[in-house]
């Protein structure tokens, strides 16, 4: 395991909800817990965007686009963060990855494709 890992995309309608997770490999396990962890997402034809962010001390970021509707939480025992998007807007739409610092690289997962509809 040498990539974060995204998983918990999907399709759903405009207005819907849905919980994306990263696990993170067991490579960067010891420096998990000390390190921020941000969601990143990209639309189609569009530039990659920060979309949350979480300190080790739970301290949160989000995005304009994305404030009062998602939520970023982490679990430092199973070493995953999470992403919880509710009130879906089809412009919520874009493949979603997660992202740390650690040994002095930046980690990334193949990311996770959420499609919403209207």
């Known amino acids: 395991q040498r990539q974060l890992v995204e998983s918990g995309g999907g399709l759903v309608q405009e207005g819907g909800s849905l919980r994306l997770s990263c696990r993170a490999p067991?490579?960067?396990?010891?420096?998990?817990?000390?390190?921020?962890i941000n969601w990143y997402r990209q639309a189609p034809g569009k530039e990659r965007e920060s979309v949350a962010s979480?300190?080790?001390?739970?301290?949160?970021t989000y995005s304009d686009a994305v404030q009062g509707r998602f939520t970023i939480s982490r679990d430092n025992s199973r070493k995953t963060v999470y992403l919880q998007m509710n009130s879906l807007k089809p412009d919520d739409t874009g493949v979603y990855f997660c992202?740390?610092?650690?040994?002095?690289?930046?980690?990334w997962g193949p990311g996770t494709q959420v499609n919403v509809s209207s």
């Open positions: 067991r490579m960067i396990f010891s420096e998990y817990s000390t390190k921020t």
């Open positions: 992202n740390l610092d650690a040994y002095g690289t930046t980690w």
């Open positions: 979480s300190t080790s001390g739970r301290i949160t």
